[in-house]
């Protein structure tokens, strides 16, 4: 025996037109009963099924993942009960499906078994859709030709009522509340403030939001006119209302005017995600809760000081310029010997010479095309001149070749340009890694965050004398420990104030992480390489 769950369905438009949740549920019990098919439960909704966001099914589809394996199908009458939306309806399908329960309309049945049944499901699917579709395009002309027609056809505004005239249309009427709009608009052509109005109405009897009396002051249906919105072609309009206004035209004319010279333009601050006096704003660490620390400024009693601290935990603050100097001090460490600067050079050089060697490929190649596309412009050429080939032809075939041509040839110049930018992108590695705290004072906020996260890969902290991080860059390490600079056991005394909380010290050019060290080669040379843009005037070393 298979287990079902029953499913009925009417949107609160269709319960109008005679469909029954009482109909549906009784004809799904009957196709059980007749099936020898056990229901666990039932459920009933009064929701439109443009989409899968429904109270009751939502419900179900938390029932039947708490009852995996133990429902075997959803039955609904027909698969419009089911969807009328026929992507979301196939996303749904398969997930029900992987839950182990199969869907079934039972006045449209389909053997989900037989892949071309997906075409009728589809179809089945797909119409209902088509109707909602069809239908919507119907409501809004209808509503958009009622406001052509001067007719107010939704939820009545405040100070109307919706009703019907003779004829049975929709029209809006006054009501009670029309006073307090009448009063409104008098009391701001005064040039009473919103603020001091929003208290007036209130002691006249009425308690309306801010932003309420602002919307009732701009809606042009209280001098009796109807606004039709812009659509494609059609701009947007005014027309004349079938309702009665409650204020005059000049009224609200005059309100408008007061608007617009009330206007006032705001100067609103500039937000600077990175402040030159803040480099360590994203990349410093909380050493209490390890949050990103942010940093912000404070006024003093004569000027405003800057500091780092933590939002999340609150128990960390520290001044800006104090973790500044801090880092620049550990920068000011980074000085290279003269056998270290030689690895430096061969590492650079190793680099470039692959990217030259891919360069040089790229440049025999095209310069094959260019011998190519030049003789067959010759041979063409020869087969015009004996008239082997039609002019109109010649031209067009002529004119494809020419756009090849210069087109290699551009790339051809771009490759000779980068081929010329090596020899000074070397240079600029070199004297980056002679002084690295002066170069990193000129560097822009974002280049100088980008250069400590790639020399210092783990998180980093300050607790108010040392900046403490896991480790350096690897690569980088390898050069300071050929300096003899640092050297393992001697951290401290090297860096005064930074401590490595798990230092290990590189194990050379062949490491057991070549995939980490390789990374952190690349990671590191190529930042020097490419990131740092110096001053014109900067003094490169050979």
Known sequence: MKNAVIMCRVSSDEQAKGY???????QLTTYCNRNDINVLKHYREDHSAKDFNRPEFQ????YAKKNKDSIDLLLVTSWDRFSRNITDAFIILRELEALGIQVQAIEQPIDMSIPENKAMLALFLAIPEIDNDRRSIKIKGGMRAALKAGRWCRTAPFGYKNSRDEENKPIIIVNENAKYVKFLYEQFSRNVSLSELKCKVKEYGKEIAKNTIRNILSNPVYMGKIVVPE???EPLRLVEGEHNGIISEKLFNKVQDIFASNKIKRHWPVYTPHKPEFPLRGVLYCSKCDAKMTA??????SKYYGYYHCNECANERHKSEKVNSAIEDILKRFKLKKSATEIYKSAVKSLLKG????????????EKSH????????????????GDIEKPQYKTTLERYKKEKSSITEQLETLKSENSNYHAWFKKGINFMFDFCTIYSKMEVSSKQRLLEVIFPEKMSYDGEKCRTGKLNEFLALILMTSRELQKGKVGQFFPKLALTHWVEPEGFEPSSKQGSSSAFYMFISLL??????????????
């Open 20 to 26: 029954s949740l009482d109909i549906q549920h009784e």
């Open 59 to 62: 419900n179900f589809l938390k």
């Open 231 to 233: 659509l494609k072609d």
């Open 296 to 301: 912000s400024k404070s006024k003093g009693r």
């Open 355 to 366: 990217e030259k060697k891919d360069l040089d490929k790229k440049k025999i190649k095209l």
């Open 371 to 386: 011998s190519t596309i030049v003789s067959r412009i010759e041979k063409l050429q020869d087969i015009y001149i004996d």
């Open 529 to 542: 390489i490419f990131d740092y843009k110096p001053e014109a005037n900067t003094q490169f070393i050979a």
